[in-house]
């Protein structure tokens, strides 16, 4: 008896869950998410440095740090070295980070030798778990040729999103442009920016050269799909192996990088499936007053890179997702085919044509516009895609219209499916959205009553009918009547 009661139980809660499974929604009985990004600017902006003069950081960097406030960052400034105990570190508070955004500023002065604590390390990682951001600024170069970069900002780079810094003692060059100016006989100049307009504003990488000081990054895409460059080095520029002796008797030394088959990045970037978003430079000052008086393209780079970076730029927002029956595959008008039924715009039934439709907002100086790419793809699934097809802008591709929308025919096999919109562009956040939904199939009313792929079997059944009556006519009629005959 005991068994039979746990059957009973276990048929009745298999149904109340399956009862519960209903279309556009994302869980049992809860509503999908219709949007994946928040203000990140809510919550103060820390900025970490390694020198103690806290106010000659923000003198330096005056216009930097000016244009981030008036983008609604509330900065506070913070000073770690070696000699900082690890209570010192404090990005959250009872469970919750303190900060949404971080700068890192890993400098050499003169009067400062001192370096970031490895002890920061995990506090970062956790912080980029939890879907923030940092932009980091580490010194590797200046006039005496004798900086390398913090070991803990090597390891962040290393474990955060597979980037690697050249080694300490190597440096570029380019063999065709212009290799020194005032500022630092160790800079080079490039314009090759991403060509991406979530990113950079047009204003900003139009064959416009960024003045870049400081060793390079080992580009290797193909360890990680979240990283990417945001600035590369010119075709031109090698990096070289050296010690610090030939390095300012400007012999070249062994090649280490060719920038021929894009292998050296100056300023990388990895965009974490979190959302979170990670900038290195290994230009300590790219971002300095100094740099902006020698080249005023870099006020631009850097302002970019950091609304970028900390979410004021590239951000896709996705809403008023819907879907119904529709008459053909041709005609998006909605129909309910079973009116009578309470389930009927909640169910579909295999073969059904449907509408799907969603809008798409991204974001362009701090106002949400209509998303003109059409790149979204929109899959159903149950396991295996059945149907893979794109999504395109309402009103005959008119870019102006948020909303993107197709017409699919639903699968023969019925089941419970999936709505999944999976995109991923440079630039841009990740968006991942599912849904599940119930195809059901056809109900007894619902079958049609003659197939013709069947016309065998109706055939033989018509067949069978005809000589079963074309025998009994001649069973009581030709077999009575010969009877008849013989008795008379």
């Known amino acids: ?15 109340f869950m399956i009862s519960k499974v209903k279309c556009g929604s994302g869980a049992l009985d809860e509503q999908p998410r219709t949007e994946f990004n928040t203000d990140l600017s809510e919550l103060p902006l820390l900025v970490l440095t390694n020198v103690d003069n806290i106010e000659k950081i923000e003198h330096r960097f005056s216009d930097f740090f000016k244009e981030l406030r008036y983008k609604g960052h509330n ?3 913070q000073s770690l070295t070696t000699k900082s105990r690890p209570q010192d570190i404090k990005l959250d508070l009872y469970g919750k980070m303190k900060y949404n955004n971080i700068i890192i500023f890993d400098l050499i002065e003169p009067e400062y030798k001192s370096t970031f604590s ?5 506090h970062l990682l956790d912080f980029v778990d939890n879907g923030n951001n940092i932009l980091v600024f580490t010194d590797t170069s200046d006039k005496s040729n004798s900086i390398i970069p913090t070991p803990m900002i090597r390891r962040f780079a290393k474990e955060c999103a597979e980037i690697e810094f050249h080694p300490s003692n190597s440096y570029l060059i380019d063999i065709v442009g212009n290799q020194s100016n005032e500022y630092n006989q160790n800079c080079i100049s490039s314009p090759n920016c991403l060509d991406s307009k979530a990113i950079f504003s047009p204003d900003t990488c139009n064959g416009k050269e960024i003045t870049y000081c400081g060793i390079g990054f080992a580009i290797k895409s193909y360890l990680t799909p979240l990283s990417f460059p945001l600035l590369r080095a010119t075709d031109t520029t090698m990096a070289f ?7 300012n008797n400007k012999l070249l030394g062994n090649l280490l990088y060719s920038s021929g088959n894009n292998e050296i990045g100056l ?9 979170a978003r990670v900038t290195f430079s290994g230009d300590g000052y790219l971002c300095s007053n100094d740099r902006y008086m020698i080249n005023g393209n870099n006020q631009l780079f850097c302002n970019d890179i950091a609304s970028w970076t900390f979410q004021k730029r590239g951000l896709i927002k996705l809403s008023n997702i819907q879907s119904h029956k529709i008459e053909d595959i041709s005609n998006s008008r909605p129909i309910s085919r079973y009116s009578d039924r309470k389930d009927a715009d909640v169910e579909y039934t295999v073969e059904d044509f449907i509408n799907f439709s969603a809008e798409f907002y991204h974001n362009i100086n701090d106002k949400w516009e209509p998303y003109p790419y059409n790149d979204i793809q929109l899959e159903l699934t149950m396991l295996n895609p059945y149907i893979r097809i794109g999504l395109q802008h309402k009103g005959d591709g008119d870019i102006s219209h948020a909303t993107f929308h197709t017409n699919i025919k639903l699968p023969e096999v019925f089941g419970i499916y999936k709505f999944v919109i999976n995109h991923k562009r440079i630039g841009y956040n990740y968006i991942l959205y599912e849904s599940l939904v119930t195809i059901r199939s056809f109900r007894h009313d619902q079958n049609q009553r003659l197939l ?16 079963f009556i074309f025998f009994v006519i001649i069973f009581v009629f030709v077999i009575d009547n010969s009877k008849k005959s013989k008795l008379d």
Do not use: E, H, W
């Open 118 to 122: 490895m002890n920061l390390l995990k």
């Open 1 to 15: 008896m005991k068994k039979v009661f746990s059957a009973i139980k276990i048929i009745i809660f298999a149904s």
């Open 241 to 247: 192996l050296t010690n610090s002796a030939t390095r």
């Open 75 to 77: 900065i506070t400034f």
């Open 267 to 275: 300023v990388v970037s990895m965009q974490a499936r979190n959302g």
């Open 452 to 467: 013709i792929s069947a016309y065998p079997f109706y055939t033989s059944f018509l067949l069978t009918l005809t000589l």
